[in-house]
């Protein structure tokens, strides 16, 4: 859905600054909550498996709301502060401080979440490593992502140096210093975030070499065996 609403942002914004979408400012008031439900589910998921788990009944030990909200704050520290962040600050810098401009890059922000079905299938994937859909999802999550949440702020500096006609290097020292910050807190995530995925790919490619080798030697093996019980015939 945020993607849907950014391709309709950028492709109706001729002017990146000027041009205006009803758009821009209404899935913000959308988004916004969503991030806070979103935090709660993560919560309420977090705190029920910790509940489950070893078949317990919640205790003062670990099902307490108090220690599993402990928990939960350390286990997803960036993904707290990545939320907390957009309610808190992209929220009012969307609605009110851009004072109704560039609402093309508001729609290119909307764009990072191409990513995210990727990302989603890929969680309920994690048991299936050895499908194929498993493989080609992997693939196309380190594309998407890399395009999608890596590139794209640098893609944001660059557009704006090419609409004012200033080098990229300049872009920093004239842009609205809630623009610098947003990038400067969010860029460094997508970065660590993508590190992460790379090393997954890493570990999946290394997993699939292992099993290939394993099944090799086992069929080798057995190849073996079967000569050995012929002569011995």
């Known amino acids: 859905m945020a993607s849907s609403a950014g391709w309709t942002i950028v492709s109706s914004c001729r002017d990146v600054i000027e041009d205006r979408h009803w758009l821009a400012d209404a899935y913000i008031l959308f988004a916004t909550p969503y991030f806070c439900y979103d935090l709660l589910a993560m919560f309420l998921c977090y705190w029920f498996r910790l509940r489950v788990k070893g078949h317990q009944e919640a205790g003062p030990d670990g099902g307490s709301v108090r220690a599993a909200v402990s928990g939960f704050l350390r286990r997803e520290v960036l993904m707290v502060l990545h939320h907390v962040f957009m309610v808190a600050f992209c929220c009012p810098a969307s609605l ?44 196309a999550l380190l594309l998407s992502f890399f395009c999608c949440r890596v590139l794209l702020f640098p893609y944001l500096y660059y557009t704006y140096s090419r609409y004012s006609s200033i080098p990229l290097y300049r872009v920093p020292l004239v842009a609205p210093w809630q623009c610098n910050l947003g990038a400067a807190l969010l860029w460094p995530l997508q970065l660590y975030w993508f590190s ?24 080798t093996k057995k190849i073996t065996q079967n000569k050995s019980n012929r002569k011995s015939k």
């Open 196 to 219: 992460l995925i790379c090393r997954g790919a890493g570990r999946l490619r290394l997993w699939v070499v292992t099993s290939k080798h394993k099944h090799a030697t086992r069929r």
């Open 96 to 139: 009110v401080w851009r004072r109704g401009r560039g609402d093309y890059f508001q729609g290119l922000l909307f764009l990072a979440e191409l990513s995210t079905p990727s990302v989603c299938l890929g969680k309920v994937l994690i048991q299936k490593q050895d499908w194929l859909l498993h493989r080609i999802n992997g693939a």
